[in-house]
């Protein structure tokens, strides 16, 4: 008689778990309990314990019913809050003064708490909340015909809410060879903030300041502030794709050149250079998720001297961090930087590339 109170108990809880489960009906006939996630209007998010997330199109749903609240957004910007069930041609939104219907066509977004939550920390997060990025590291010495240390450091942060995002990022590269002379063979070193403003769904302006130091072309500093036009070709979970136009103002100074040998008391080549211009800043970004553990990152700015017709500058960079857990990762990373006028004796071309791991953080 225990193990039949026993069982019958077990059964019982089951059958509780099962009936405060989302739950819809695909239109083979197909149902599938879970949770709902989340809708921007044209197709849904449902979380199963099988088979993770899946997404289905919102209009081909024959039934949908959920036991927690969610948060239905309709196009005129009302928000209906409560359990919903499926009525003819759309959703019946059970709130705290009474049932609301809702035609499908009608559904903007659908939010359960989670995602509520989510949207509500990005409407005012502050400057101190909201950020996430990661900080990577690459190390590597040799010793024998060649004494060779190199040391690669990134730090990337992003501070997105609904309406604008900050940008941060800062990269240094640096290989010496003891045996060689000179001792560097490559100090490169990269930093900047962009501030991105939506306009509207598509639209949006930026704004950016820039900086670069590369003692292998004698260049101590240039500073680029950038501002313009862009727009989001795409824009969802997977795939982030902007393109964006403007103009810049450069400012950059270049140093004397290497000791020429044999020369006593030291002469250097002489370059010693300072240059101010327009340019243009025309440039494209893209962001895709490969799987679950993988994204993949690539960007591609042009900079053409508006004062100087012919010369120009250029930036492409890819790149891979795949999770290993949730907070440590794997990194490549790609550079090509050309400069068409580049200081004598140095090339147009940097080639760059770096491994290692990656340190994520959320705050």
Known sequence: MGKFRSFSFVVFLALCGLSFADQITLPNGDRLTGTIVKSDGKTLVFHTAAAGDITVK??????????GELYVTMK?????????????GGIQVATKSGAVSVRKDDIALVRNDAEQAKYEKLLRPGLRHGWEGGANVGFSIARGNS???????????????????ITLYVTSINTTN???????????????????????????VFGSADYMANALQFLDLRQVYSGGFGYHVINN??????????????????????????????????????????????????????????????????????????????????????????????????????????????KNNDLVFTTGLNISFSH
Request: no cysteine; net charge neutral; proline share 6%.
């Open 178 to 204: 003891n045996l060689a002379t000179p001792s560097t063979v490559a100090n490169l070193t990269t930093g900047g903030i962009r501030y991105d403003r939506n306009l509207t769904e598509r639209v949006f």
């Open 58 to 67: 919102l209009s081909d749903l024959q039934e949908i019913k959920s036991d």
């Open 147 to 165: 004494q060779t240390e190199n040391l690669s450091l990134a730090f990337n942060a992003d501070h997105p809410t609904l309406n604008d995002k």
């Open 76 to 88: 005129n910007g009302h928000t209906a809050i409560g359990p919903v069930s499926a009525v003819d």
């Open 237 to 346: 979970d997977r795939t982030v794709f902007d393109v964006f136009g403007g103009l810049n103002y450069t400012h950059e100074t270049y140093s004397n050149g290497n000791p020429i040998p044999g020369t006593v008391p030291v002469v250097f080549a002489s370059y010693g250079k300072t240059n101010r211009f327009v340019a243009l800043t025309l440039g494209e970004t893209l962001t895709q998720k490969l799987g679950k553990t993988t994204v993949l990152t690539q960007a591609f700015n042009i900079f053409p001297n508006l004062q100087q017709t012919g010369q120009y500058r250029w930036t492409f960079a890819v790149g891979t961090v795949t999770k290993i857990n949730r907070w440590l990762g794997w990194q490549n990373q790609f550079n090509d930087i050309y400069v068409s006028n580049p200081p004598p004796a140095t």
